[in-house]
């Protein structure tokens, strides 16, 4: 059942918390879903997602004595996922994360079966969308967009184009998602 750990993939700016908290509010079955909480080396007063805000030596800390089931390196943070954070997996729940394209493979290598959800928008919405936002530097998000390209997305991802408005999004999402679930189903050994 790993391709229920579903990752939520695409640049800064696209959408991945937005629509991942338009799906969250609209998941037929919440008992059945865990969404994932971040820990990252970046202040909670930030804004955006509640993450569990550390300092560099917690974070690496926590990385070193292997606290984390997951962990990567952008934008100058650190972010980690806390092995409680996936252990809803085993009882055959939803489990959803924001996640990085940098770090897919090492998800893919542990999780074969995990589903990867590529969020996309024209590069001039990405621009617009980091601005409004206001969490980031003018500095930063000319790094952020510069992040953007030139991914080779694996040939399975779930494409989710996120221009319009974000309920569409998470509805085709969620149909997606939905069909995944039931071609598995049909594919498991009677
Ligand atoms: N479909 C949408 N329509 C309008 N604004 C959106 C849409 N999706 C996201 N946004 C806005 O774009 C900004 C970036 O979204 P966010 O979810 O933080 O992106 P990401 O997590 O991919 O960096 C936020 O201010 C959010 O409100
Ligand atoms: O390897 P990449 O796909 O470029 O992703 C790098 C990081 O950027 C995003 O984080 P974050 O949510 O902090 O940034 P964002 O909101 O600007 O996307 C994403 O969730 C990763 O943690």
């Not at 969250?24 to 569990?52: F, K, L, M, N, Y």
């Not at 079966?113 to 969490?135: C, K, N, S, Y």
């Not at 998470?170 to 009677?190: F, G």
Request: with cysteine.
């Amino acid at each position: 059942m790993s391709h229920r750990l579903v990752c939520i993939m695409g640049p800064s700016g696209v959408g991945k918390d937005s629509v991942l908290a338009a799906l969250r509010a609209q998941w037929p079955d919440a008992e059945r879903a865990h969404w994932v909480r971040r820990s990252i080396t970046r202040p909670a007063t930030a804004g955006g997602e509640a993450h569990e805000a550390l300092d560099r030596p917690s974070f690496d800390f926590l990385r070193d004595t292997g606290a984390f089931a997951l962990h990567w390196e952008a934008h100058g943070l650190g972010y980690g996922i806390r092995w409680a954070e996936l252990a809803p997996l085993t009882t055959g729940r939803w489990v959803f994360l924001n996640g990085s394209r940098a770090h897919w493979s090492a998800v893919r290598h542990r999780w074969p079966q995990a589903t990867l959800v590529h969020i996309t928008a024209p590069a001039e919405v990405l621009a617009q969308r980091l601005a409004a936002r206001g969490r980031e530097s003018a500095a930063e998000i000319a790094a952020r967009l510069a992040r953007a390209e030139a991914w080779p997305l694996p040939p399975d991802a779930v494409t989710v184009h996120n221009t319009g408005l974000l309920q569409d999004a998470a509805t085709n999402l969620q149909r997606a998602l939905q069909a995944l679930d039931a071609q598995a189903s049909t594919a498991l050994p009677a």
